[in-house]
């Protein structure tokens, strides 16, 4: 019997169309908890991480958490595990709403998706009943066309997780949309998911997750529930302004990157605030899978040229397709974002690549007859364009439609590129937040902000406030209480913004009574770490060095402008501390002592003679 | 004793064992056909012969497509009439209760393609002027639906089979089935023993016996149905029909009889097929309260049959292991879909995949039901109740943000009644909290099958949850025939678990989706107010759920809403 797991993993050859169902392995889920960390290692043994991104033996993992489901607060999460069609690393991009929980009502902790399919099909999850089904007539459609037109072949309430045209095209931006406008985005896993020919994933379940020991679990998850609704930040500023919340916060630190980094303070940031969405667009919030919080947005633009209607814009998002390209208009951000929702395609990413195209523009580097119109920083009208040709890889939205690092490469000016790993940074300035800088460099996934979000300590002082510019224990903040605990946080199923709220010792005294394994703080941090560490390994298995550990130059420049003038990202001071804390040599591999520490020792041989 | 060889083993000589012998025989296999009794004598011969797609639930509808579409060329193919009509099937509505949960029923059968619709009364009539109009609200009609002689169409495929070389064994018992070292399965009867590859398990309630042998608990609940048939009579009507909330059924036949019955479940595992005259009775009330001219018509006949029903309405049909392909609890209308079930088990017999339109009958989908065993609220129920926090109302208030500040309400001066639930959307985050909180109160865990409130989203800014509003009028409550609700000190409407016979007369009952059915206790569910003390309130982070006085009108607007949004009984 098992607890908090169900217990099955589905396995889907879409090549042979077969369908078969495994058992998990406790001791496995001990070591790698669920979500992210077991989906990593299911993929770990199922792949080749030097194999091709977008070959067919590249399965497609989706993991939910022993949490996911329970009920405890913001049990909503499930994560998309492969090699990462965008960058070449591993790739976990990690979505809510009611699609997880789903799953696991349906009976199952992961579901391995390998294989390739020759015609589009949809996969039908009917608690035990699994078939593949054709999807000619889904292809094409949007995510919100596509979950409605499932309930009606499925079940009225089926949860539905699919790719948008951005993904049957085999954009690297594109990722996996659930519950119509909820993205797991980054890394381009909506790419593999096009490539395999898999339009979408319909579940419906009725059944529950079991718990070994309810009371304790419900006293345990009480507990939480009063601490997330007596937070200021997640009950209060993310419940009435979402997440947006933050973009004036981080404009007037000065810290919020502009115009593809060349200035951290946005002129026109008030005009798309998180109080500037409440007054213009917002309609409604709304929650995922038991969420006090309910952080989402359900907005509107009614009128003007820009209408249109969907979730968010979320801050990366207002971000990246405003302050990023110098974009003030509310109206043409929020309608970039829904575009972005209806091609299924990163807005992170989406953004940062057409920055990055308007600089190439305006610095001369990318003719206009290729692109086909001026593309200026700040032009809203010319930002939208850009984003639905990005979404429909229609003329030069095709280059777009490949990322920001290809882009800038191609042009011959991959300085222009920001981010890591071929990944974009996001939405707080590495020349401020001297922890973000270092988390961007040493993330697995590339330059991601949700890897380690070090902006909790310096800016809100979640654990302990750390000025942002200090440099002192950056490194082994970044290690232990971002990067080891996020990789615990994701694993259980929970949502990272009751971090805010909750720490570790929370979650594992729901974790215990939820599964009847030993969970305990201790060892949730050596979990963390073994996690941290496989992705790594398998990211030097796939080529990376520490080479990679990089920032662009731009971002080592001082600030010119703002209230931080003057100030840049330090990082090379930082890493070799890092990489010792870590316990890895000064070329950032895990040493054999470390991985024996962990457990991860099988892997010693499969780095050290790539 | 008699040792027989076959490539299957076919036991039970009903519509699936008769038309799954004929399939695999015209393919060239040999077939054992073994019956304790003789062709036709389960359920089979005993049926209604309705041929119907309507009514059933969305997963057996592609079935019974298939099968319909097979009917017409049926007389041939078999070489006997099997006075087969296809005029159409009246699910009659016979009070305004039912009505709004028979439309929203309608539409969830057209989602899945069916040709159905709901006819007014005046339709009805028009359709069928021998029906009272007194007695009738409106009904569903499916016009491709019809019926046939049920004792015709058995022998008829039973006759083929043998024809194409299907041996048989009858008055014979299977006592066991048990697997061999060999691979095969032998078969166990007082007289005979026989082996095969492959064992066909086609035996009615038959089934469950065997089945609890060889180690498989098949989830069947026994339904005894009482029949009859009039005198020949003048032409009355031509098509099937049933009744919403009864097992009432009727048809005339082609040599004018009217033939009817209904459904009595009972609790034993008994399989007598006995009669009684009180039921009877009431039979032959409903009926001659339904169509005119009847009271008078005499009698020739009556019978009683059996046919098993599962936690879900639908069959089961899978392999038990690597032998035993078991088809079984077809749920009072399986003769309709033998045809097409024949043909698909031997296919599955045959190349050893299962056919997709079976897949739905898998029998795993009871796994996790059978294993939860019912609790009544106990020690987590008392965890929630001991925390003294309510969840909403902390954190920065801004006024500028419409949904961060509840309403106050104000309690009418003077409170009539007791306070009850009330819902409001504007409020309603749709986290689905509630539904987790009532179902760890109620269950220990986050019990998706049985809910006592369900979050619906209308659409993208507009969600609340469905639950009983603990109406005046207590439809339920009336409705039940089998004494299973009383209400409590809170007032609330409550089961009587040990009463109820999942008849589902509530569910259709409430106009308003308060009561559901739970699978898994083989009972309804529906709030009861959790002592007074409601769970679902308490962690509302919201206060879009609250519990107060409320008065006649708040009472109105809140089963309005709740009718409007109440989803499809499929969709829960
Ligand atoms: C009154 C009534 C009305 C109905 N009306 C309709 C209707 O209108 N439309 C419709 O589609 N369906 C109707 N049904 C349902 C339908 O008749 C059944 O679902 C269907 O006939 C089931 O067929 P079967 O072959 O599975 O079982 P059965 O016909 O019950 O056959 C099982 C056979 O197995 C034999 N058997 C049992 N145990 C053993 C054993 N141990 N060894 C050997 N043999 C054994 C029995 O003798 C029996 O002959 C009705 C049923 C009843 C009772
Ligand atoms: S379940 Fe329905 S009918 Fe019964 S009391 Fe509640 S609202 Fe009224
Ligand atoms: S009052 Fe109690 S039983 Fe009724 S819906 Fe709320 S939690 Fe469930
Ligand atoms: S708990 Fe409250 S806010 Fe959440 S779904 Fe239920 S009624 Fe809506």
Request: hydrophobic share 40%; proline share 5%; aromatic share 8%.
């Amino acid at each position: 019997m098992y607890y908090g797991y169900t217990g099955n993993i589905l396995r889907v050859d879409l090549g042979t169309g077969t369908v078969s169902r495994e058992l998990l392995e406790l001791q496995m889920a001990e070591d790698f908890i669920g979500g992210r960390g077991l989906a990593s290692r299911l993929l770990c043994q199922e792949f080749d991480p030097a194999a091709d991104a977008l070959s067919p033996e590249n399965p497609l993992i989706f993991g939910t958490g022993p949490l996911t489901g329970t009920g405890a607060p913001a049990t909503s999460r499930y994560v998309v595990v492969c090699k990462a069609p965008l960058t070449g690393t591993i790739a976990c991009s990690n979505s809510g709403g009611f699609f997880g929980p789903e799953l696991k009502f349906a009976g199952y902790d992961a579901l391995i998706i390998q294989g390739e399919s020759a015609e589009p099909v949809y996969l039908w999850i009917d608690n035990r009943t699994v078939q593949i089904r054709p999807a000619e007539s889904l292809w094409g459609k949007f995510p919100t066309e596509t979950e409605s037109a499932l309930r009606s072949l499925t079940h009225p309430s089926a949860k539905v997780a699919c790719i948008g045209p951005g993904g049957e095209n085999l954009s690297l931006l594109a990722g996996v949309v659930n519950d119509g406008y909820r993205l797991a985005a980054r890394s381009g896993v909506g790419a593999l998911m096009g490539k395999k020919k898999l339009k979408a994933i319909a579940v419906h379940g009725t059944g529950s997750v079991s718990l070994q020991d309810p009371q304790q679990f419900w006293k345990a998850a009480l507990d939480m529930h009063q601490k997330i609704t007596a937070d200021p930040v997640s009950f209060g500023s993310f419940r009435a302004y979402g997440t947006a919340s933050l973009v004036s916060l981080i404009n007037e630190m000065g810290a919020y990157p502009t115009r593809n980094f060349q200035s951290d303070t946005f002129e026109g940031a008030a005009h798309t605030s998180g109080e500037a969405l409440v007054d213009g667009i917002l309609q409604r919030n709304r929650a995922c899978f038991a969420c006090p919080i309910a952080c989402t947005r359900v907005s509107e633009v009614k009128e003007g040229p820009y209408q249109g209607r969907g979730e968010g814009p979320e801050y990366e998002s207002i971000w990246a397709l405003g302050a990023l390209c110098g974009v003030a208009d509310l109206a043409a951000v929020s309608k970039a974002n829904f575009i972005c929702g209806d091609y299924g395609i990163d807005t992170i990413s989406t953004g940062a690549t057409i920055a990055c195209a308007m600089e190439l523009f305006e610095k001369g580097a990318l003719p206009e007859q290729e692109l086909g119109f001026p593309l200026r920083f700040g032009d809203a009208a010319a930002l939208v364009r850009a984003v639905e040709m990005t979404g429909k890889r229609e003329g030069f939205g095709d280059v777009l439609a490949d990322g920001s690092y290809r882009l800038a490469v191609r042009y011959g000016h991959p300085e222009f590129f920001m981010g890591a790993k071929k990944l974009e940074m996001s939405a707080y300035s590495p020349r401020v937040f001297q922890g973000m800088a270092l988390q961007y460099a040493t993330s697995n996934r590339g330059a991601c902000h949700v890897r380690g979000n070090t902006v909790a300590a310096e800016l809100y002082g979640i654990p302990r406030y750390l000025p942002p510019e200090a440099l002192e224990q950056k490194e082994e903040m970044v290690r232990r209480p971002f990067q080891n605990s996020t990789a615990f946080v994701d694993s259980t199923g929970i949502c990272l913004f009751t971090k805010f709220a909750i720490t570790h010792r929370e979650i594992c005294a729901l974790l215990a009574p939820a599964t009847g394994l030993d969970f305990n703080f201790d060892r949730s941090i050596e979990q963390g770490d073994r996690i941290w560490n496989l992705e790594r390994m398998f990211n030097l298995r796939a080529g990376f060095t520490c080479e990679d550990d990089r920032l662009p130059q731009r971002v080592s420049e001082p600030a010119v402008d703002g209230p931080r003038a003057g100030s840049r990202a330090i990082l090379q001071e930082h890493l070799q501390t890092y990489y010792l804390l870590r316990g890895w040599d000064e070329s950032g591999r895990p040493t054999r002592a470390k991985l024996e520490e962990l457990g991860l020792e099988d892997w010693w041989g499969v780095c050290n003679d790539a | 004793m008699a040792h027989h060889q076959a490539d299957v083993i076919i036991i039970g000589g009903g519509i699936v064992g008769c038309t799954t012998a004929y399939q695999l025989t015209r393919a060239g296999v040999d077939v054992l056909l073994l019956d304790r009794d003789g062709i036709g004598s389960g359920a089979s011969g005993r049926s209604g012969g309705g041929v119907r797609q309507s009514a059933r639930v969305s997963e057996e509808i592609p079935l019974a497509k298939a099968s319909v579409a097979l009917f017409p060329d049926l007389s041939d193919e078999l070489g006997v009439d099997i006075e087969y009509v296809q005029a159409g099937n009246l699910r009659v509505v016979e009070s305004l209760d039912y009505r709004r949960a028979m439309q929203v029923d309608v539409a969830r059968q057209q989602s899945h393609g069916l040709d159905v619709s709901w006819l007014e009364v005046a339709d009805v009539l028009e359709l069928v002027p021998t029906l009272r109009w007194q007695s009738i609200i409106g009904a569903s009609y499916c016009p491709d639906d019809g019926h046939c002689n049920p004792l015709r169409l058995v022998t008829g495929f039973y006759n083929k089979a043998i024809e194409g070389g299907t041996r048989v064994l009858l008055n014979c018992e299977v006592q066991n089935i048990v697997q061999k070292d060999s691979g095969l399965a032998e078969v166990e009867t007082p007289a005979h023993t026989a082996t095969a590859p492959v064992v066909v398990l086609a035996a009615g309630f038959g089934s469950q016996k065997l089945c609890y042998q060889i180690g498989y608990d098949l989830p069947l609940a026994n339904v005894r149905y009482e029949s009859m048939i009039t005198e020949p009579l003048p032409p009355l009507f031509r098509q099937m029909f049933g009744v919403a909330s009864s097992d009432l059924f009727f048809r005339q036949t082609a040599n004018g009889g009217v033939h009817f019955g209904g459904g009595i479940l009972e609790e034993t595992g008994q399989e007598d097929t006995h009669t009684t005259s009180s039921n009877l009775q009431l039979a032959v009330a409903h009926i001659s309260k339904l169509v005119s001219d009847l009271e008078k018509a005499k009698l020739l006949r009556t019978w009683g049959g059996l046919d098993p029903s599962t936690p879900d309405g639908m069959p089961i049909i899978d392999f038990l292991n690597e032998n035993v392909l078991l088809a079984s609890g077809f749920c009072g209308h399986g003769l309709a879909t033998g045809p097409i079930v024949g043909q698909y088990l031997a296919q599955w017999v045959q190349n050893g995949v299962c056919p997709e339109a079976l897949a739905p009958f898998n029998r795993n989908r009871f796994d996790g039901w059978l294993q939860t065993k019912w609790t009544p609220s106990g020690s987590v129920a008392a965890v929630l109740a001991t925390e003294d926090t309510q969840i909403a109302g902390a954190g920065e208030l801004d006024a500028r943000v419409p949904f961060m500040t509840p309403p106050k309400y104000e309690e009418p001066d003077e409170p009539s009644g007791q306070p009850k639930l009330a819902v409001n959307p504007q409020m309603c985050t749709g986290c689905r909290m509630c539904e987790v909180a009532c179902s760890i109160a109620h269950e220990q865990e986050t019990a998706q099958a049985q809910l006592r409130i369900q979050v619906v989203y209308p659409s993208d800014d507009y969600f609340l949850p469905i639950v009983c509003i603990h109406c005046e009028e207590r439809h339920c409550l009336k409705v039940c025939p089998h004494e299973a609700m009383q209400v409590n000190e809170q007032g609330a409407v409550s089961i009587i678990r040990e009463n109820c016979t999942s008849c589902m007369e509530c569910i259709f009952a409430c106009p308003t989706g308060g009561v559901t059915h739970s699978p898994a206790k083989s009972a309804v569910v529906k709030c009861d107010l959790c002592d007074g003390d409601p769970a679902c309130v308490r962690y509302c982070p919201t206060e879009a759920i609250t519990f107060r006085h409320i008065d006649a009108a708040a009472s109105d607007e809140l089963a309005t809403l709740m009718t409007t949004h109440l989803p499809s009984r499929a969709a829960r």
